[in-house]
């Protein structure tokens, strides 16, 4: 799985601007920290950052030519919700204090519903994936190998078999444009430790349970989904950048899923558009125009997806907006 997501809060701004990079206009009131293939990460003194979702949609580790009108919002309101939720399994980023309080008048049109002001934090070099499935890259391996990320799994299982207990699988952060590579929970340790590692994999689990949980009340299964984690200046193992959003998950519709078929909530229209094209990354896929039903697919499932899981009963689609 590759879920998009900000960068590491500890990159800079001075890399080749990318081509999608004019499209999403910047803010003058704070300095630029980072652009990743969704956010917009700003410095907010020296202990905060505000973070702001794009409508920008991605891919196979590349950003598309064209936007989703009103993703930024949808993604940021379930971020948002989901850090409510899980406040109480793990700590968050949030600071609790409106984005808009940091940013001058004429900008805070430009990220209402859609920004997060947060905690500076040391990101870990990792992503904590979580699976109750094997779908995407792990599919592929076991398909192979019959691992994931090296871990063995029973054999004859579809992608449509509940794995017994959810396994953990690691990942690195790559760079837009770059791909992330799954490794091993042997070549987690060399990265944070043992001890950190251990930690690091105990919580993701247990976030993934409890958001697992909740969502299958609301007629969802959560397949898989991605994680990242930074530290305070205590130490502390600290939830961060966005969470249980179609961008980092796969959200199945359970009911289809008792009678053995997937319908996912996420930007699966996208990624069967463009391996019907046979194109799947790099500079080739970053210049193709997308068909208006694919933006319009994306959408829709999004809003699906946030109206499901974190809409009050009988709202109606969009209510992110």
């Keep these: 799985m590759n879920p998009t997501s900000a960068p590491s809060t500890s990159g800079t701004a001075n890399a080749p601007t990318p081509p999608w990079a004019a499209r999403t206009p910047l803010l003058h009131s704070l300095p630029l920290v980072a652009r990743g293939k969704v956010r917009d990460i700003y410095a907010v003194g ?5 973070m702001v979702a794009s409508d920008r949609l991605s891919a196979f580790d590349v950003v598309m030519k064209a936007p989703v009108p009103g993703k930024g919002r949808l993604l940021t309101q379930m971020a948002l919700f989901w850090f409510g939720k899980l406040a109480g399994v793990c700590p968050n980023h949030l600071t609790g204090q409106a984005p808009e309080s940091v940013v001058s008048a004429d900008e805070r049109a430009q990220v209402e519903g ?6 500076r934090l040391t990101p870990l070099p990792c992503e904590a994936v979580v699976r109750g499935y094997v779908a995407g890259s792990g599919w592929k391996e076991y398909t192979k190998s019959g691992t994931v990320c090296g871990q063995p799994l029973p054999t004859g299982l579809s992608m449509t078999t509940p794995l017994a207990q959810p396994i953990f699988t690691p990942a690195t952060k790559a760079a837009v444009g770059d791909h992330d590579e799954n490794i091993s929970f042997a070549q987690l340790e060399g990265l944070l430790g043992a001890a950190r590692a251990a930690e690091l994999r105990a919580a993701a689990l247990r976030l993934y349970l409890a958001a697992r949980d909740f969502a299958a009340t609301r007629g969802i299964v959560i397949a898989d989904t ?63 125009d997308l068909p208006p039903a694919v933006i319009d697919g994306v959408r829709e499932r999004y809003e699906r997806a946030y109206t499901m899981l974190c809409a009050p009963p009988g709202a109606a689609p969009g209510g992110a907006r």
């Excluded at 020296?46 to 505000?50: E, F, H, N």
């Excluded at 859609?114 to 905690?119: E, P, Q, S, W």
């Excluded at 899923?257 to 799947?280: C, E, F, M, N, Y």
């Design 226 to 288: 991605k994680f990242e984690f930074g530290l305070d200046a205590a130490g502390t193992l600290t939830l961060m950048d966005e969470v249980l959003t179609p961008d980092s998950s796969r959200f199945w519709l359970a009911d289809e899923l008792a009678h053995g078929r997937i319908v996912a909530l996420d930007k699966q229209p996208l990624r069967d558009w463009l391996a019907s094209t046979g194109v799947t990354g790099g500079a080739e896929q970053a210049a193709l």
């Design 114 to 119: 859609r920004a997060m002001l947060v905690k």
């Design 46 to 50: 020296s202990d905060r950052l505000l």
